[in-house]
T-cell receptor, first 114, second 114 residues
Framework: AQSVTQLDSHVSVSEGTPVLLRCNYSSSYSPSLFWYVQHPNKGLQLLLKYTSAATLVKGINGFEAEFKKSETSFHLTKPSAHMSDAAEYFCVVPLGGGYQKVTFGTGTKLQVIP | NAGVTQTPKFQVLKTGQSMTLQCAQD?????MSWYRQDPGMGLRLIHY???????DQGEVPNGYNVSRSTTEDFPLRLLSAAPSQTSVYFC?????????????FGQGTRLTVV
C-alpha cells in the first residue's frame, strides 16, 4: 500500500536560509506525489505535484521538490526562507484506483525566525 | 469563483447532540471527501464519494454519516457528538481523471464537543 513518512514534525530556520522538509514514500510503483501547505487557520493549498514528467518539480512561492526513486524520497526545498513561509506542510500520495483517494503524511510545521 | 465552501466555520456542541457540517463545491467535481485534522496526525479520511449516490468509508468513519444526493453537496452528519470528535474538519473535491489530480479544500470547520 502507498504511504508517506514525514521525517520531521517541526523545522525551524532563520529568514533567508534554506528550507528542507523531508518526505519518504512507500509504493509498489512510481506514484504521483504532492506537497500541500496550510497556513494558520486556513485550508490546504497545493504547492506542487510530481507526476513522472520530470523528477525536479517547481511549485509556487519558490518551492521545489525532487523525486528520487533510488531513495524513495520527495523532499521539499526552498533556497531562502521568508517569514510568510511559516506554515504546516503535508506530503501526500494518492492511493490509486482512478479516483482521488489520498493519504497524508503527519505534517511538518515550519517556523521561520526573523 | 467559490470553489469548496464549508459551513459553519466554528461550532460548539454538547456531548450527545447531532449536527450536520455542510460542504458544497461549484466545480462539477465527481470526487468529494471529508477529513479530520488532529495535531500530529495529519489529515485522516472519514468518508468519500466518487459521484452522486455513491459513498464509502475512509479510515475513521465511526460516528459519522454522509450522503451525496447531488454532485455539488456532500454533508457530514455527526450522529451523537462525543468529545473525541473535537477536531478541525475539511471537505475536499477533485475531478476524476487519468492519474492523480489536485484536491481543492474548503477552509475548514473547527468543532468543539464539550
Amino acid at each position: 500500500a502507498q504511504s508517506v513518512t514525514q521525517l520531521d514534525s517541526h523545522v525551524s530556520v532563520s529568514e533567508g536560509t534554506p528550507v528542507l522538509l523531508r518526505c519518504n514514500y512507500s509504493s509498489s510503483y512510481s506514484p504521483s506525489l504532492f506537497w500541500y501547505v496550510q497556513h494558520p487557520n486556513k485550508g490546504l493549498q497545493l504547492l506542487l505535484k510530481y507526476t513522472s514528467a520530470a523528477t525536479l518539480v517547481k511549485g509556487i512561492n519558490g518551492f521545489e521538490a525532487e523525486f528520487k526513486k533510488s531513495e524513495t524520497s520527495f523532499h521539499l526545498t526552498k533556497p531562502s526562507a521568508h517569514m510568510s513561509d511559516a506554515a504546516e506542510y503535508f506530503c501526500v500520495v494518492p492511493l490509486g484506483g482512478g479516483y482521488q483517494k489520498v493519504t497524508f503524511g503527519t505534517g511538518t510545521k515550519l517556523q521561520v525566525i526573523p | 469563483n467559490a470553489g469548496v465552501t464549508q459551513t459553519p466555520k466554528f461550532q460548539v456542541l454538547k456531548t450527545g447532540q447531532s449536527m450536520t457540517l455542510q460542504c458544497a463545491q461549484d466545480m462539477n467535481h465527481e470526487y468529494m471527501s471529508w477529513y479530520r485534522q488532529d495535531p500530529g496526525m495529519g489529515l485522516r479520511l472519514i468518508h468519500y464519494s466518487v459521484g452522486a449516490g455513491i459513498t464509502d468509508q475512509g479510515e475513521v468513519p465511526n460516528g459519522y454519516n454522509v450522503s451525496r444526493s447531488t454532485t455539488e453537496d456532500f454533508p457530514l452528519r455527526l450522529l451523537s457528538a462525543a468529545p473525541s470528535q473535537t477536531s478541525v474538519y475539511f471537505c475536499a473535491s477533485s475531478p476524476r481523471g487519468r492519474g492523480s489530480t489536485e484536491a481543492f479544500f474548503g477552509q475548514g470547520t473547527r468543532l468543539t464537543v464539550v
